[in-house]
């Protein structure tokens, strides 16, 4: 193989997290995701095998190491095409160097045991528990990797851009309310498909206000309530008399008791409403 043609543990593994990230974004499908899981999985073991290969090259082979290594290592070769250890025995290797990892590298077995599950059988998966998992834990395995065994920000291993996605997509499942409405919906929709909880902030209608049906983006509950108050703009004149009040309707928020989506944020409501929100929010009282 010629040198130019050699991807090294670290290339492999900035290659196939960017790839990765193409299938994953939130309110991706089940195949998408899958996809994206099996990549992301495989470019986290190319960087712990990665950490491992620069303390000492032996450390990702068999333990029984074959002459022909030493030779090879002697001449300055690198490992080309050459065997080694699983990603269970790495990550294990790993902790045993770091032991500050071990917290992290619970999670990480678990997506191993499901990527190799994927790769060799069929049948039931729990595809939402291992997105969610796909999603958070790969990002903070490698975040927690750069600084405690390379020194170094994540971005300055990944680039900034592939870091910037990676980790913005990791708040975006730790935290769903920092994504966009449109991001949103497309996420709990498939959270409600796959029969999760929507992690949405709990909010009551209050007692005062109007309310007003509206068909929930993500069940479909044609009961989901915009509750709405009027705001009152009063302008008074110097002598300290009244010159005129104005009355307009406020979305205070969105809220559906069936699947439990619910917004508080009144741009939001009305990017929801988009052309309906004249005939929604300015009804008659």
Same mark, same amino acid.
């Given at each position: 193989?010629?040198?130019?043609?050699?991807?090294?543990?670290?290339?492999?593994?900035?290659?196939?997290?960017?790839?990765?990230?193409?299938?994953?974004?939130?309110? +991706?499908?089940?195949?998408?995701?899958?996809?994206?899981?099996?990549?992301?999985?495989? /470019?986290?073991?190319?960087?712990?095998?990665?950490?491992?290969?620069?303390?000492?090259?032996?450390?990702?082979?068999?333990?029984?190491?074959?002459?022909?290594?030493?030779?090879?290592?002697?001449?300055?070769?690198?490992?080309?095409?050459?065997?080694?250890?699983?990603?269970?025995?790495?990550?294990?290797?790993?902790?045993?160097?770091?032991?500050?990892?071990?917290?992290?590298?619970?999670?990480?077995?678990?997506?191993?045991?499901?990527?190799?599950?994927?790769?060799?059988?069929?049948?039931?998966?729990?595809?939402?528990?291992?997105?969610?998992?796909?999603?958070?834990?790969?990002?903070?395995? +490698?975040?927690?990797?750069?600084?405690?065994?390379?020194?170094?920000?994540?971005?300055?291993?990944?680039?900034?851009?592939? @870091?910037?996605?990676?980790?913005?997509?990791?708040?975006?499942?730790?935290?769903?309310?920092?994504?966009?409405?449109?991001?949103?919906?497309?996420?709990?929709?498939?959270? @409600?498909?796959?029969?999760?909880?929507?992690?949405?902030?709990?909010?009551?209608?209050?007692?005062?206000? +109007?309310?007003?049906?509206?068909?929930?983006?993500?069940?479909?509950?044609?009961?989901?309530?915009?509750?709405?108050?009027?705001?009152?703009?009063?302008?008074?004149?110097?002598? /300290?008399?009244?010159?005129?009040? @104005?009355?307009?309707?406020?979305?205070?928020?969105?809220?559906?008791?069936?699947?439990?989506?619910?917004?508080?944020?009144?741009?939001?409501?009305?990017?929801?409403?988009?052309?309906?929100?004249?005939?929604?929010?300015?009804?008659?009282?």
């Amino acid at each position: 193989m010629d040198q130019e043609d050699h991807l090294e543990f670290l290339d492999f593994t900035k290659g196939l997290y960017e790839k990765a990230l193409q299938f994953l974004q939130p309110g +991706s499908d089940d195949f998408s995701i899958l996809s994206g899981a099996i990549l992301l999985t495989i /470019g986290l073991e190319k960087l712990v095998k990665y950490v491992l290969y620069t303390k000492h090259p032996f450390m990702v082979l068999f333990s029984k190491i074959d002459f022909k290594y030493v030779c090879m290592l002697e001449r300055g070769e690198p490992f080309n095409n050459e065997k080694t250890i699983s990603f269970e025995e790495a990550l294990k290797r790993l902790v045993e160097l770091y032991p500050n990892l071990k917290k992290e590298s619970q999670d990480i077995n678990y997506i191993i045991e499901k990527r190799n599950y994927l790769m060799h059988n069929f049948g039931y998966i729990k595809i939402i528990e291992l997105e969610k998992k796909i999603q958070t834990k790969i990002a903070d395995m +490698s975040e927690a990797i750069c600084k405690e065994c390379l020194n170094k920000k994540p971005e300055d291993i990944f680039t900034e851009r592939v @870091w910037e996605k990676m980790s913005n997509i990791r708040d975006a499942y730790k935290k769903a309310d920092i994504l966009n409405i449109e991001e949103r919906i497309k996420l709990f929709k498939r959270y @409600w498909e796959k029969r999760e909880t929507l992690p949405c902030e709990k909010a009551e209608i209050p007692e005062k206000a +109007s309310t007003v049906f509206f068909q929930c983006p993500i069940c479909g509950n044609e009961e989901a309530n915009i509750a709405i108050e009027l705001d009152y703009d009063v302008d008074v004149h110097r002598d /300290g008399t009244i010159m005129g009040v @104005w009355e307009y309707p406020f979305p205070l928020l969105f809220k559906c008791d069936n699947c439990i989506f619910t917004i508080t944020d009144p741009d939001e409501i009305e990017l929801l409403l988009g052309d309906k929100y004249d005939e929604v929010i300015f009804y008659e009282n």
